[in-house]
């Protein structure tokens, strides 16, 4: 009997620590990579990238969970460390231009800056300011709310707000591991209250650039990323046309080895299309699948090793690449000012005429008063 109520109490004990609430976590700032040469990463931001000689990456800063003890934040500053622009092997990784403005004693707001209008913004929606120095030799980014009653507080639940961005260029002999640092010192990178007192227990964390041989990258496309195809599907000879069945990739180095097992395509769906045929030329690889992709969602299409990409969509009738259909579409069709005289076929050439005239009005009108039609919005 006493056997059981001990075993009794261990598991009762048991059930109260895993019903227990997680502890809070730390306010902590984090590096991270969120494009290489201008092409986002496709799974986001991340605190570990591989690049290759040369490349050029957006570092964006993040901070999260300030709010362990319920403190309101008011104001930050991080700082980088430039003894991290020479931390691999050999060569630099450091801010574009940097040599250049440091040693004339000029501002390089162009490659290191605030967006205050990112909607990841940590003070987004409030009265604030963000500036940068780039004069120093350690850059600078420092936000702060104009209003005390607008400090916000974080629910710990690692959500991850924006904070600045640094436009970093891989030197052409740099080769190994890059660490690159926050200065931790409190003068240098740190948070404020509605009083001006620091929030106390700040960590930081480095990001890790692997710069190795030239890796294989997507930099651009046919159709271009973000690319939203207007024309309808329609059956010709029992198979669907007007829709976009044939990427062309264009990468940043020989693409011989490409195949299509280094490819992934995921449009929301357990059955996106699939690569029927991969072929390459110099630097384009050019996929052809087996269907049109789906109208009404993004596809994305995926080069694995390198987590490059692009993300085109399909939504008959929007005319004017916004991811809707409304009025503004039948608008943008019929007015020929000179940027929408400009209007790629894909989203003007509706009727497949191969011209930009009144049959595609016409059919735009026929898509626009099909049941549902009006602010169909293209999901993610």
Not at 174 to 181: D, K, L, M, N
Not at 206 to 221: E, H, Q, Y
Request: charged share 25%; glycine share 10%; net charge negative.
């Amino acid at each position: 009997m006493i056997h059981s109520l001990r075993c009794l109490g261990g598991v009762l004990g048991l059930m109260s620590l895993l019903a227990a609430p997680a502890a809070a976590q730390d306010p902590t700032f984090s590096f991270e990579a969120s494009s290489v040469n201008g092409v986002k990463l496709q799974s986001g931001p991340s605190s570990e990238v591989t690049v290759s000689p040369g490349d050029e990456v957006v570092v964006e800063i993040f901070l999260r969970d300030w709010s362990k003890g319920g403190e309101l934040i008011r104001a930050y500053q991080a700082t980088l460390d430039r003894q991290g622009f020479s931390s691999g092997f050999q060569g630099t990784i450091q801010p574009v231009a940097y040599d250049e403005t440091t040693r004339q004693r000029k501002d390089n707001k162009p490659n290191c800056f605030i967006d205050t209008t990112d909607q990841r913004y940590i003070f987004g929606g409030r009265q604030n300011f963000g500036i940068t120095d780039t004069v120093s030799p350690d850059y600078r980014w420092m936000g702060a709310l104009v209003d005390a009653d607008e400090c916000r507080i974080a629910k710990q639940d690692g959500a991850k707000y924006y904070c600045g961005s640094v436009k970093m260029k891989v030197s052409e002999d740099a080769s190994g591991p890059f660490t690159i640092r926050f200065r931790e010192e409190e003068w240098a990178s740190s948070l404020r209250n509605p009083v001006n007192l620091p929030i106390m227990g700040l960590n930081f964390e480095p990001l890790v650039i692997n710069v190795g041989k030239r890796v294989l990258r997507v930099v651009n496309s046919d159709p271009p990323d973000g690319a939203i195809n207007a024309r309808p599907l329609s059956l010709v000879g029992g198979r669907q046309a007007g829709g976009w069945d044939r990427v062309v990739l264009r990468c940043n180095a020989d693409s011989d080895e490409a195949n299509a097992e280094h490819f992934t395509l995921n449009d929301g769906t357990e059955a996106p299309p699939r690569i029927k045929r991969i072929s390459t030329s110099g630097w384009l690889v050019t996929l052809e699948l087996d269907r049109p992709v789906k109208p009404g969602v993004w596809t994305t299409i995926t080069h694995v090793p390198s987590a490059t990409g692009v993300r085109i969509g399909s939504l008959p009738g929007d005319v004017t690449g916004d991811g809707r259909m409304t009025t503004d579409d039948f608008r943008a069709l019929l007015v020929t000012d000179d940027s929408d005289a400009r209007l790629p076929a894909y989203r003007a050439d509706l009727d497949g005429s191969g011209e930009r005239d009144p049959g595609d009005a016409l059919r735009l009108i026929d898509l626009l008063t099909q049941p549902g039609a009006f602010r169909a919005k293209l999901r993610p």
